[in-house]
């Protein structure tokens, strides 16, 4: 969302990612000092710009059905992820990097001291000593670690996830949209 923002509005610094090991956290806090509006600018950007996925809610609503716990992970912030899913009538939990929103650029938050400043991959491995199946949806560079510790990942089709997965020969599923995923219901079957 971050990355969405700064290329959208023209306010991105330089808009070349940093690679994960080296400097995915300076990237993120980078790009958002890019951003010089308050939130309800932001919001009308991220409506005007970011695509849901309308079959989200179907998914979320066979998860809870299903006793599948369900929350978002993003290493953006937190805040505007929820108030979107909100909008569109989604009550989830919401799990991310807070920010401060100022005019001379935002200031984040970081959750933890991860690289992505939320550690994913901890989530993973909680659910495991919880003796619980992890399975992963994600996109971008902040689920690659989380990615190898999942039982299930399923990687946006053409995505960073998708890409960093085909080097690293790691098993995963393609999906384009929620739909593609609820194709393989229930969960017992994944």
């Known amino acids: 969302m971050l990355e969405y923002l700064a290329s959208e509005t023209g306010r991105a610094a330089d808009s070349t990612p940093l690679p994960l090991e080296r400097g995915y956290r ?13 939130r309800d600018e932001a919001e009308a950007y991220i409506e005007r710009g970011i695509q849901f996925d309308d079959s989200f ?11 599948i716990p369900l929350f978002v992970l993003t290493s953006g912030v937190e805040e ?3 108030r979107y899913l909100a909008r569109r009538g989604i009550d989830l939990p919401v799990i991310g990097n807070g920010a401060e929103y100022r005019s001379d ?5 970081f959750r933890d001291d991860s690289l992505a400043g939320i550690d994913k991959r901890g989530f993973v491995d909680g659910a495991h000593r919880e003796g619980r199946t992890a399975i992963l949806i994600g996109d971008d560079r902040s689920d690659f670690e989380a990615s190898e510790a999942a039982d299930l990942t399923y ?14 020969d790691r098993s995963y599923r393609s999906f384009g949209s929620f739909a593609d995923i609820m194709l393989r219901w229930p969960p017992s079957t994944w």
């Not at 179907?58 to 998860?63: D, I, L, P, V």
């Not at 990687?155 to 690293?168: I, M, N, P, Q, W």
């Open 80 to 82: 505007l992820v929820g």
């Open 155 to 168: 990687a946006k089709a053409g995505s960073e996830l998708e890409r960093f997965l085909l080097t690293r």
């Open 105 to 109: 650029g935002w200031r984040i938050r």
């Open 26 to 38: 300076a990237d993120i806090a980078r790009r958002a000092r890019a951003l010089t509006f308050d």
């Open 57 to 67: 809610p179907a998914f979320a609503c066979a998860c809870q059905l299903a006793a």
